[in-house]
């Protein structure tokens, strides 16, 4: 078998607004081989990552993405890692590569589970794929009130764990945090699992970041999630030893398995959080998995948007048993809550998430829904048409 | 003042080949303001980075790179450093803005150095700019006696410094890589100060980069560059230990000042190498430079293609006296060569480049040269035109 054909989507609401939420637009991938056919989500900007696939060749190491996939042989799943190992060679002076990648290589491992009849955790090795404990991920409220409220509404629903990030939350003081934080605690409650995220807002500010880390410990919370950019090592390290019983969790932000590498190694995380939409698709992300068990850090799965990006995250830890957080979006637009007909509910007593035993993700994109939410794209360069948006 | 307009320019030679000459396309950025104009020049996939700056709004944290430049205030050069960490934080996940902002950033110190009639690395705090040792850049042979003639020549040219890269050298065995080293040895003689490159050849396999390390030992060459994949830093500690007084250099690939600090803290490099049209500017390279310096590491500039390209990169560092080799492209195309029309030659009898001691770079494209190479394009999402290559 070889890769036939590989299908670039750019889908969007019909309105977007300059707030956190990644979900309101999407790349979608559609692989072709043979008979089979599998599809993958990255998390990326659609047009920059289409741009990246189709671009003219700049030199031996700034290739156009598909250069290296196009054509290729597709035969077991070791072509997968061949081909992503290709690709960074060959587009290494391509930034935009490592997310397009992504997108591919998640299709990739979809269409491999179709042509052996199995789900793509077992393909990884795993012999079973062990249920997660999904928090709820929502965003602290403008008020304290808010957040309260958002805390006791999450419990109603059902999950034990819940996640507040960004908002005001380390923008205006440490005062202000921590009349948030007591305000999410009391929403969820004192058996409540609190994790807190502060998107980063620190940067590399040591000494901000500890004042409100303090207000962290008081609330009982088991993790402080971004307090910096993803490459500030020296900044978590620092912060890390402040934690008492509040680990830190990041790398929602790598872009290869050298980065989360790095965090693992230099940054004293106790939860290493992946998106395998960005680091590079379920290959990488699984390199992290292993290199997480090695170190005694635990994985958690990144994922704000569709259930096939949800499957992508959760297969490569699928099979450790004791890493057992996943993060689950609640709070997603109409696009990505319809991208897929089988979504991944909370089931059982406990209202754990189980991966379906089923070929590849064992679910696939409603095409009517893609066809609602697929936006035109025409790109030309010296007249000729290097993308034009293809049938669904 | 105010941004008020920024065009980006892709330019390209009418044939280009999958080689590692990274100098057979460029990115010119022109940015104006008042009554001022400056230019820049990216090291980028050129289609892909104009999807950066044009894409449209992901979310709060993937905003084309244009919300955060275009219309935003410019009276200093602190200026230009706000912009950048707005780029940063507001286009957090779009992972080809960083090679973007670089183009632009340069561009925006050209035009701060006309408004104040001050070169850039005046403008950076530098009393003066020491004039540079330059080392011819130049591919190894394909057998070893081509490797010999090419170092010959790079001395008849007036180069005491050559560096040796890519091409056979790491891809056969040690004991080729052998033959190549002493070839380059001869060739350049003795008294030449022999520099290699072996392009992340070895990826991160320590066991095999250590045997050819041996005979870069027994050449006395000054560095070995880039054994490994820029974020290989562990695998550059071990091998940083087995050098003698071989020095490991490496950081081109960096495309944050967090990743060159990295390379810096953990790698154990003697060199670090920037490209300012990669790392996030002349900014994020100036800030590298004074790591470097509080670190007791070398910085060196990485450029491979235009003069333009080349101020941009020897600015960070101008002022640094003991910091006194720099990269000088010598096998550009011709488009890259044409570029500008005042090119840094070797002066005096030590054969130094010296920066110009005018406004800004002290040079500026040659717009009849960049009208003859530049490459149309256009990009259309949902109908409308989001990017036609402008007016020179």
Chains 1, 2 share one sequence.
């Not at 008020?143 to 908002?167: H, I, N, P, Q, S």
């Not at 605690?185 to 058996?191: F, Y």
């Not at 962290?216 to 500030?232: I, K, M």
Request: charged content about 25%; some cysteine.
């Amino acid at each position: 078998m070889q890769i036939d054909a590989v299908d670039f989507f750019y889908l969007a609401m019909p309105e977007i607004r300059a707030v956190a939420d990644g979900s309101q637009d999407a790349v979608l991938v559609r692989v072709r081989a043979g008979q089979y056919e599998g599809w993958g989500e990255c998390e990326a900007s659609p047009l920059t990552t289409i741009a990246s696939w189709v671009c003219p060749l700049s030199h031996g190491a700034c290739r156009p993405v598909r250069d290296s996939v196009l054509g290729h042989r597709l035969d077991e799943p070791s072509d997968i890692g061949r081909i992503g190992a290709l690709v960074r060679a060959h587009s290494m002076d391509l930034l935009q590569a490592d997310h397009t990648l992504s997108g591919i290589d998640i299709a990739l491992w979809d269409l491999m589970g179709k042509r052996f009849g199995q789900p793509i955790h077992r393909l990884l090795g795993y012999a079973k794929a062990y249920p997660k404990l999904p928090y709820a991920s929502v965003l602290f409220g403008e008020t304290g009130v808010e957040t309260l409220a958002k805390g006791k509404r999450a419990r109603e629903d059902g999950y034990r764990a819940v996640k507040f990030g960004w908002g005001p939350f380390g923008r205006i003081g440490p005062k202000e945090d921590q009349e948030q934080l007591v305000a999410a605690r009391e929403g969820i409650g004192k058996d409540g699992i609190l994790l807190v995220d502060a998107g980063t807002v620190w940067i590399d500010d040591v000494p901000r970041a500890a004042k409100t880390l303090k207000a962290v410990r008081l609330v009982d919370a088991l993790w402080l999630e971004e307090p910096f950019a993803t490459g500030a090592l020296s900044a978590y390290a620092a912060l890390a030893q402040q934690g008492g019983r509040v680990k830190l969790a990041g790398g929602e932000g790598c872009h290869t398995v050298d980065m989360a590498r790095q965090m693992l190694d230099y940054a004293g995380v106790g939860y290493i959080q992946i998106d395998a939409g960005r680091i590079g698709g379920i290959s990488a992300a699984k390199r992290v998995a292993d290199l997480a068990v090695e170190r005694g850090v635990t994985y958690v799965n990144h994922t704000f948007t569709s259930h096939l990006a949800l499957s992508a995250s959760l297969q490569p830890y699928a099979g450790l048993a004791d890493h057992i957080l996943c993060e689950y979006p609640v709070e997603q637009s109409a696009l990505a809550r319809e991208l897929t007909r089988e979504p991944l509910r909370a089931e059982g007593e406990e209202g754990r998430i189980y991966l379906p035993d089923a070929p590849g993700h064992g679910m696939a994109p409603d095409l009517e829904a893609v066809r609602k939410y697929v936006v035109d794209v025409e790109i030309k360069v010296q007249g000729r048409v290097l993308y034009r948006t293809p049938a669904v």
